[in-house]
């Protein structure tokens, strides 16, 4: 069987028959053609093959579900068989449900094949560039790929989604050398739609290696203060992750997000818009329906500082009370403010220019510290130097209120799209 409908098909068949009362099938077939560049040479062109089923079945309100990575019937019918076997050590709860019916519907988005030679001539080119622009700049690895996604989903009460995407995904980890002097290494993901522009114009790559150029050398801070911290795109995903994360299933459920009476209330500052955009066409590498099985739509998360929407599955939202989300998240856009990038940097008095994160996640009410690498030091309006690694201590709930300002400036990474935000009450520090 190699139809991947059928496969989905199947499953829910094979489910069913084992005993289930409701069932849930997922079938994402991959195609990956990957050019892999390491030391700064071409090392690797490869193509790969994947599928990945998940089956889900519920009966008496108990609910498991197991992913396996073979299509076969043989296969999947014996994986029916130990998912209903694991029904019987679950847990009872009214809350485990698939999604209703709903008329079919089929999406595409992207090539269905790569174009090799178009692949070939980008990675060449880039390697050119990068080492004639940024000499010290030493690429220990970059990939390009094309991927090419089928995916399927079908249900019990009738669902039937499928959806076709093909993307190219650019990777670059990297570090620079200067005689015996090396810098802390950086890395990038870029997705896109096409090869028409240079890999280096793609997201934050060029300004990084750059950057990665000038750390080389780096100073401490001057002592311990408490200042402002101007978060750069690359790393403001870190930040937004405890919001995102607060506002989900787990946190929810438990009580203990600090939003979990927020909706509809300010927990951000006023500058704050955040939207989570699958299906728009400033995201080359979204998605089009969740993984409850519901085509998925464009939403506003938080309309100037305002939480508009909890992020709850099917089941989340059964479990507390309130609406499920119209989409699993991710794909998150920040939207553009309206101060320059070169006036929000005149505005610190002191501080840092946030790159690179390293650290922990956040505690459960938002206390966070950690360490600031590929970071730079800002003192009387302007970027002083880079700085070796510095302690960073906040609670990000703080940091979402006490946001200044959001740059004009943004850059689409593909899968997300932010721009520079600054934000007080840093405590910073030298190691």
Request: proline fraction near 4%; glycine fraction near 8%.
């Amino acid at each position: 069987m190699t139809d991947p409908r059928k496969i989905a098909e199947h499953g829910v068949s094979a489910l069913l028959k084992a005993g289930a009362n409701k069932a849930h099938c997922r079938l994402v077939r991959t195609e990956r053609h990957e050019l892999n560049v390491a030391s700064g040479e071409m090392s690797l062109w490869r193509t790969t093959f994947d599928d990945q089923v998940l089956l889900l079945a519920i009966k008496d309100n108990r609910k498991a579900s197991v992913t396996l990575n073979k299509s076969d019937p043989e296969a999947i019918s014996g994986a029916a068989e130990e998912v209903l076997a694991m029904t019987q050590g679950a847990q009872p709860d009214e809350a485990n449900d698939i999604a209703e019916s709903q008329p079919p519907a089929s999406f595409s988005v992207g090539h269905g094949t790569p174009d090799w030679e178009a692949m070939h001539r980008r990675m060449r080119e880039h390697l050119e560039d990068t080492s004639t622009r940024y000499p010290k700049v030493l690429l220990m690895q970059a990939i390009l790929e094309f991927v090419r996604q089928d995916s399927y989903l079908v249900n019990s009460n009738g669902v039937d989604l499928s959806a076709k995407k093909g993307v190219y995904r650019f990777t670059s980890v990297f570090s620079a050398k200067e005689n015996a002097k090396v810098s802390s290494f950086n890395g990038i993901q870029v997705s896109l739609r096409d090869l028409r522009l240079p890999l280096s114009e793609a997201g934050s790559v060029d300004r990084l290696y750059r950057e990665i150029s000038e750390q080389v050398h780096t100073r401490p801070v001057p002592d311990k203060f408490t200042g402002d911290v101007i978060i750069a795109p690359d790393t403001l995903g870190d930040v937004l992750n405890f919001l995102t994360f607060s506002i989900r299933d787990r946190a929810l459920i438990s009580g203990t997000s600090v939003y979990k009476n927020s909706l509809n209330q300010a927990l951000a500052s006023p500058l704050l818009n955040l939207y989570s955009r699958p299906v728009s066409d400033e995201i080359a590498d979204g998605y089009f329906f969740t993984a409850d099985g519901y085509p998925a739509k464009n939403s506003t998360i938080v309309d100037r500082g305002v939480l508009l929407t909890f992020l709850l599955s099917l089941y989340g939202s059964k479990k507390v009370g309130q609406e499920r989300a119209v989409n699993d998240g991710e794909a998150y856009v920040v939207g553009a403010g309206e101060t320059p990038l070169e006036e929000m940097v005149k505005s610190v008095e002191r501080g840092i220019v946030l790159v690179r994160f390293s650290g922990g996640n956040p505690s459960d009410n938002g206390d966070l510290s950690g360490v600031a690498k590929n970071s730079y030091y800002i003192e009387g309006g302007q970027i002083r130097y880079p700085i070796s690694e510095t302690m960073l201590s906040c609670n990000v709930a703080d940091v979402l209120r006490n946001i200044e300002a959001v740059s004009r400036e943004r850059v689409n990474y593909g899968t997300k799209v932010f721009p520079w935000v600054k934000a007080s009450g840093v405590t910073i520090s030298g190691k």
